[in-house]
């Protein structure tokens, strides 16, 4: 597998990896700062003009990507240390029209910028945007909530653009807890005239390390229990020095892995507090873990997994990014398990490759949980059910997102036989070093 810079294209280095399965994953694995947070507090360093330090960074492509646009808006990104950049954006400019087609389909997170944007020009310009295809995405949210803050839509195709004078602070309630949407209202709001209060707001634990960063920096941010985020604008504010949190998504990635290759993985850098939901439902199935100040160990307690009925969640949910990976440990658990997936409605094209790897997963329109999502009632094949266990054969397939492709390999490493996996640059959007971290586990790599 090549290391995927941003700037290359799929083509060149789309990537495969050949594996062979059967043998359990033993050993360490170290995980760094999260790739759900990382990209979201770089863009945070550009609501002032002085020096940023991020710490925990790890080597991914979402960071690669934002890096390199904040070069092309003007702004530095230097690396002093292994793990560390240091952001200054002082001679900030507004983005070009090169700029926007550069970067268009890339990545989401440029959607991010209009708060920072808008703060310095008055005008923010945002290419259209790239990510997981898990659904359909829209980013209806993060606009009508920068019009409510005094921001003007205007009309083109294919980019948002947005102009305003200085936001004012606004009562914004969202229609569902979006993550991107609640990341968008803060990084307006903390630089807009008066208070901002959301409600039915996402309070990931990535939000709340973004937060952090905001409040070294100057920015007044309540969380209350209740969902609703207050936010009282300040008129400037000065760099910071943060260390982001861990990746509780590769942590938990590597977790199912052991559980379903029946190995043993200590995940140093994982927090227990990050991840208390994955860990109850991980213990239900069979598995077990020890939690210490630096890390987790993950192994399975008994011979045989356990069935399981769950739902994917916001906060403090069982995430959907944990859901697929946790899917494949699932085709090995005695009986029947059921997965309602009501986050996203597309999150279970990939099941289609391990049903050909010998799984016996059955997607369903209805909403089989405990309660109706919104998702019900329509075209969308959004709950699983699992038959298990269900011995696992090699095969070839092309990686269709981010974590389905972590979660073929999970298969293939589980599975008797070889497996050629495609297209798994994909895959380095969120997990640094895959190749060394697979070959320290004692994974088969054939190429
Ligand atoms: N939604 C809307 N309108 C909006 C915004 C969201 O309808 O304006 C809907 C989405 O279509 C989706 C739901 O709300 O059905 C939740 O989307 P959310 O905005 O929370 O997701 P996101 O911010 O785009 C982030 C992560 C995802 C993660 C989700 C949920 C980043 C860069 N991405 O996406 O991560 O699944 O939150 O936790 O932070 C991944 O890591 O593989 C990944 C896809």
């Excluded at 997170?109 to 790239?130: D, E, K, M, N, W």
């Excluded at 606009?143 to 305003?164: F, Y």
């Excluded at 985020?229 to 949190?245: E, Y």
């Excluded at 990635?253 to 850098?269: D, E, H, L, P």
Aim: with cysteine; net charge neutral; charged share 20%.
């Amino acid at each position: 597998m090549t290391n995927l810079q941003a700037g290359t294209s799929v083509a060149e280095e789309a990537g495969q990896l050949i594996l062979r399965g059967g043998r359990p994953l033993r050993g360490e694995v170290a995980i760094r700062g999260a790739k759900n947070s990382l990209p979201k507090i770089m863009v945070a360093a550009l609501l002032t003009g002085e020096r940023c330090i991020l710490r925990n960074v790890a080597d991914i492509q979402d960071v690669a990507i934002v890096s390199e646009l904040i070069e092309a808006l003007g702004g530095s990104v230097a690396r002093p240390d292994a793990g560390v950049i240091e952001i200054e954006s002082a001679n900030l400019k507004p983005m070009e029209r090169s700029v926007l087609k550069e970067f268009s389909g890339r990545s989401r997170i440029p959607i991010l910028l209009c708060g920072p944007l808008l703060a310095r020009f008055g005008v923010a310009q945002v290419p259209s945007l790239g990510g997981c295809r898990i659904g359909s995405r829209p980013v209806d949210f993060h606009i009508d909530a920068l019009q409510r803050m005094g921001a003007i839509l205007h009309d083109e195709p294919g980019a948002a653009h947005l102009t305003s004078g200085k936001l004012h602070g606004n009562k914004i309630r969202l229609e569902y807890p979006s993550v991107g949407a609640t990341e968008q209202v803060i990084l307006a709001a903390v630089r807009a005239e008066g208070v901002t209060e959301l409600s039915n707001a996402a309070i990931e634990p990535e939000i709340l390390d973004l937060i952090m960063a905001l409040q070294k920096m100057g920015a007044i941010i309540a969380v209350d229990v209740d969902r609703v985020i207050t936010i009282i604008g300040v008129n400037s504010l000065r760099g910071f020095d943060h260390t982001a949190m861990p990746d509780r998504l590769e942590a938990a990635s590597w977790a199912s892995a052991a559980m379903a290759t029946n190995g043993r993985i200590f995940v140093r850098g994982a927090r227990q507090v990050d991840m208390m939901t994955y860990l109850n439902e991980y213990r239900q199935i069979g598995g077990d873990f020890s939690a210490t100040n630096d890390g987790i160990e993950f192994w399975r307690a008994g011979d045989s997994l356990r069935s399981i009925a769950l739902e994917t969640d916001v906060h403090p949910g069982f995430m959907t990014d944990w859901q697929q990976p946790f899917v494949v440990t699932l085709t090995q658990a005695e009986g029947v398990s059921i997965v309602h997936e009501t986050v996203y409605e597309q999150r279970f094209g990939y099941v289609k490759a391990l049903n050909r790897m010998g799984a016996k997963i059955q997607l369903y329109h209805e909403c089989l949980g405990s309660r109706k999502c919104r998702f019900g009632q329509r075209n969308w094949l959004h709950s699983a059910v699992i038959v298990g266990p269900t011995p696992l054969k090699g095969a070839e397939i092309n990686i269709p997102d981010l974590r389905a492709g972590f979660s073929y390999v999970i298969a293939a490493l589980a599975a008797e036989g070889n497996s050629t996996l495609t297209n798994t640059s994909l895959i380095q959007r969120g997990y640094e070093n895959l190749i060394p971290k697979l070959t320290a586990l004692g994974a088969e790599i054939l190429g």
